[in-house]
């Protein structure tokens, strides 16, 4: 971003290779002032439940950060739920909460952050007066700012950086889909960002997007009749935000396939990420077609997808490949999505789980390969019918708590989908065609579009080969049947067509800098 000091952010605007993508597109001021009230909260009281959930989200994220600030937001979050309140310290905050097995976490994605409190609901008369004066009168502790501000250095250089490369690998990639956008920061910012914030800086960001014109409550559980309508009297004490949040300018088209390699030397293998941007939403006309295409070639750490099937099952080459209709963010350790992570636009992408470095040219193509052929030939009547069975089945698993559902209630809100947006999803997909989900595809999904971004421990070496685009043919440990074999001769050749002058290499310690 322009004043930031980020050469690598310059390496992304790749102007003339990007179909002319603009190289900055500011967000326009807005005059007039949101409605400084509470949408009417979603409930969904259960008496038996021996548990109280709330989620406040706001309509904020990494994307409201200030050009020269980038990680404000998320550092704003994280100093709300971990900086303690007026009355407490943090370590007062924790040592009250422990005896009552109570929680208070904070998430910031690029366009959406949630709080979210849990506690048994036999203790949610001393819980809530906590999770409320952390909302409403967060301390902002100058000691707690720097601690969670050297935190947030560490995460970036130490953990994503230098020891995260498939996380590494999808920042990358979303920093290539939107080059000058928005989104085209993590959340946790620069390295130059985070060292010049101060505490004023987080402070004016609290108050100007963790506001009450942005937020949305959502309460399950256990709770008694009347509790909603005080924890919303509660949080009509936030700060006013002032003016609405301006729109989101459009991800820039990328006109051809290009690739952006970051080099790690130490790295033992390759991760790669691949993707286009897209403005197909949960509640468009088309992301049922969408979501359901992308179920098909991979959902995530299932084992029935074709980029499973071609790269793991029958070749070996890694733990796992999956594809995306939009973006995904995993919850803790399930396979699920987290909730609270929604963006006002999105992207496609495939996930291929780190590879042998000697494989990773093979990996790439047989990807691009099984896109091409999903977007040219579509899918097959009985592929319909087989994953038509899996999705209707598999994403009733996605509620299973009583926290997500609340979660993706609120989802559904910020999407303007009336009732359960996984339930729509369902329904919708009980009717879809093979027509309309090819015509989907093939509106949305241009495989000549690719971004494609690498990190990888030969990565000029890797550069030059794919540039080339000469056969890469794989070697085996052990013996694989011939139509295996015919078809990788079809893979080794697949022609990727990507000049070396659309494929950047970038060190990684210029990464995010």
Known sequence: MKGDGSRFLGFLMLCAACGGAPQRVDRPEVAETPPERLDEPVEMRDPQSRTVTLRVTFDAGSADDPPERLGATNLAARLIAEGGTEALSYTELVRALYPMAGSITAEAGRDQTVFVGRVHRDRLDAFYPLFRD????PRMDPEAFTRLREEAKAALTLELRGANDEALGKEVLQSMLYAGHPFGHPELGSETSLGALQLHDVEAQRARVFCLGRARLGIAGGYPADFA???AADLAALPRCGTARADLPEAPRVSERQILLVSKPEAAS???SIGLATRVVPGGADHPA???AFAFMGQHRQFGGVLFRKLRADRGLNYGDY?????FQQDGWTRFPLANTSRREQYVSIWLRPVKPEHAHFALRAAVRELGRLVANGVSEEDMERTRTFVGRYYQLYTQTESRRLGFALDSRFYGIAGSHWESLRTAWRTLTRDQVNAVLRRHVD??????????????QLAEAIARDEPSPIAYESPKPEE???EDREIAAYPLQIARERIRVVPVAEVFR
Do not use: G
């Open 134 to 137: 952390v909302l409403v009168h």
């Open 229 to 231: 309508a005080r924890v």
């Open 270 to 272: 390759t991760a790669i």
């Open 290 to 292: 969408l979501a359901f």
């Open 323 to 327: 594809a995306y209709s939009e973006h």
């Open 447 to 460: 495989p000549a579009r690719l971004s494609i971004a690498l990190v990888a421990p030969r990565a000029e």
């Open 484 to 486: 295996i074999l015919a």
